[in-house]
């Protein structure tokens, strides 16, 4: 494949092993200035200019996107995505990641454990908000803070809002999180590649820091998580649309909390814990996908009139519980179940013989008029059948 590493930085180690990685499987590759692309708009198709020429045609992109250029990077991604680049990791993906509270509110109602976070606007909310994370001492985060920066523990209350409220005033958006003690100065970083976990360490604070971010002098160690800790950071980072990412996770004393999912994971660290070779399993599934490449479901299917993607909570239809998939009816009323979800286990394509129980939702495709008559009632806060959005966003 002919591949280019999108990256304002082509002498970091991360980049360079990329690149190694590429070269040793015999793939064209280059590091390509992510500021020096000029989209342009102005012919009949999507294009790109590099350096001021046509861009040349690319199989597939890595992007590796800096904090201080989300919104330029990301706007390259999403242009690649327009030409149908393959590319692991969306705009959308890493606009979602980037930001802590998007990310924890897209997060957080997919069973996925985190710390009890809250957000607040108001100076007269500030207390309260603080106590229902647990009170203090409590962990301040700026929104898009990144290696360890922007990241407070305050020991205290009055602390706390003073902080808050300093931050408030230079018009800087905090999270308020309660504070882990239990994993005080550790946590563990899992790298994601597709659908699993390619390499894991736990990260250790030095001295009295409680951040243990590797550029905060964190030292490294190779770990081997147990499924809990795989299941949450890979279902994060396909929640959040990223194929190649870094799951921070706390261990809290009923395990794994996600803090944050990286979409540019640095790879220094990880490889020099594990001794894995984590840029060559990244490069791999780049070239997999491009040979046989995933496509937008949501963005396809929701050509033809009349027929969506919709999700059946089964126990609201009473009648499906116990029942086989070839008892249920469904496929006789035009309804293919794709995928069936059981707390957080997911079968795709699920047998004929599979018996549903209270609890599972069928993510279903259909005539939208068909599976809209299996919603028993309309409720207030939660819809039992949701229309997925024809957006092309990964999460809604
Ligand atoms: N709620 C928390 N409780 C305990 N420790 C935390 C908490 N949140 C963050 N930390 C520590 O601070 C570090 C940085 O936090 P993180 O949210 O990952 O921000 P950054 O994007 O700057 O890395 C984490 O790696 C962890 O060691
Ligand atoms: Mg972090």
Same mark, same amino acid.
């Given at each position: 494949?002919?591949?280019?590493?999108?990256?304002?930085?082509?002498?970091?180690?991360?980049?360079?092993?990329?690149?190694?990685?590429?070269?040793?499987?015999?793939?064209?590759?280059?590091?390509?200035?992510?500021?020096?692309?000029?989209?342009?708009?102005?012919?009949?198709?999507?294009?790109?200019?590099?350096?001021?020429?046509?861009?040349?045609?690319?199989?597939?992109?890595?992007?590796?996107?800096?904090?201080?250029?989300?919104?330029?990077?990301?706007?390259?991604?999403?242009?690649?995505?327009?030409?149908?680049?393959?590319?692991?990791?969306?705009?959308?993906?890493?606009?979602?990641?980037?930001?802590?509270?998007?990310?924890?509110?897209?997060?957080?109602?997919?069973?996925?454990?985190?710390?009890?976070?809250?957000? &607040?606007?108001?100076?007269?909310?500030?207390?309260?908000?603080?106590?229902? &994370?647990?009170?203090?001492?409590?962990?301040?985060?700026?929104?898009?803070?990144?290696?360890?920066?922007?990241?407070?523990?305050?020991?205290?209350?009055?602390?706390?809002?003073?902080?808050?409220?300093?931050?408030?005033?230079?018009?800087?958006?905090?999270?308020?999180?309660?504070?882990?003690?239990?994993?005080?100065?550790?946590?563990?970083?899992?790298?994601?590649?597709?659908?699993?976990?390619?390499?894991?360490?736990?990260?250790?604070?030095?001295?009295?820091?409680?951040?243990?971010?590797?550029?905060?002098?964190?030292?490294?160690?190779?770990?081997?998580?147990?499924?809990?800790?795989?299941?949450?950071?890979?279902?994060?980072?396909?929640?959040?649309?990223?194929?190649?990412?870094?799951?921070?996770?706390?261990?809290?004393?009923?395990?794994?909390?996600?803090?944050?999912?990286?979409?540019?994971?640095?790879?220094?660290?990880?490889?020099?814990?594990?001794?894995?070779?984590?840029?060559?399993?990244?490069?791999?599934?780049?070239?997999?996908?491009?040979?046989?490449?995933?496509?937008?479901?949501?963005?396809?299917?929701?050509?033809?009139?009349?027929?969506? &993607?919709?999700?059946?909570?089964?126990?609201?239809?009473?009648?499906?519980?116990?029942?086989?998939?070839?008892?249920?009816?469904?496929?006789?009323?035009?309804?293919?179940?794709?995928?069936?979800?059981?707390?957080?286990?997911?079968?795709?394509?699920?047998?004929?013989?599979?018996?549903?129980?209270?609890?599972?939702?069928?993510?279903?495709?259909?005539?939208?008029?068909?599976?809209?008559?299996?919603?028993?009632?309309?409720?207030?806060?939660?819809?039992?059948?949701?229309?997925?959005?024809?957006?092309?966003?990964?999460?809604?």
């Amino acid at each position: 494949m002919k591949l280019a590493i999108l990256s304002r930085a082509p002498h970091a180690y991360s980049t360079q092993r990329l690149r190694a990685a590429a070269v040793q499987r015999g793939h064209t590759v280059k590091v390509l200035n992510t500021l020096r692309f000029a989209i342009d708009l102005s012919g009949a198709e999507p294009d790109l200019q590099y350096r001021g020429k046509l861009l040349s045609d690319y199989d597939a992109i890595l992007p590796r996107i800096g904090n201080s250029i989300t919104y330029f990077g990301t706007a390259v991604v999403r242009q690649f995505e327009q030409m149908d680049v393959y590319t692991p990791n969306t705009a959308n993906g890493i606009t979602n990641s980037r930001d802590k509270l998007r990310a924890t509110q897209i997060l957080s109602r997919h069973n996925i454990g985190m710390p009890a976070t809250t957000f &607040v606007h108001s100076r007269a909310d500030v207390r309260l908000a603080i106590e229902r &994370v647990g009170g203090a001492p409590v962990v301040i985060k700026l929104l898009e803070g990144t290696q360890g920066i922007g990241v407070i523990l305050a020991p205290e209350l009055k602390v706390a809002e003073a902080i808050i409220e300093t931050l408030h005033s230079t018009n800087q958006n905090v999270l308020i999180q309660s504070f882990i003690s239990e994993s005080r100065g550790k946590d563990i970083r899992a790298l994601v590649v597709g659908d699993r976990v390619v390499a894991a360490m736990r990260r250790s604070a030095v001295g009295d820091e409680f951040r243990s971010n590797v550029h905060r002098g964190g030292t490294v160690e190779s770990v081997a998580l147990t499924p809990d800790y795989e299941q949450a950071a890979v279902r994060s980072a396909q929640i959040m649309g990223l194929r190649v990412a870094g799951v921070d996770m706390l261990e809290g004393k009923d395990g794994p909390l996600v803090m944050e999912v990286n979409s540019s994971p640095g790879l220094e660290g990880i490889e020099s814990a594990t001794g894995l070779d984590v840029a060559g399993a990244i490069i791999d599934y780049i070239g997999n996908q491009v040979a046989f490449p995933e496509v937008d479901v949501r963005q396809r299917l929701s050509v033809s009139t009349g027929y969506g &993607v919709a999700e059946l909570v089964v126990h609201t239809n009473a009648d499906l519980v116990g029942k086989t998939m070839r008892e249920s009816g469904l496929r006789e009323r035009d309804i293919t179940v794709l995928t069936l979800h059981r707390g957080t286990a997911v079968i795709p394509n699920p047998k004929r013989d599979a018996v549903l129980e209270a609890g599972d939702r069928l993510l279903c495709f259909g005539k939208l008029e068909e599976m809209r008559s299996m919603i028993p009632e309309r409720r207030r806060r939660r819809a039992r059948v949701r229309k997925l959005p024809k957006e092309p966003i990964i999460e809604s």
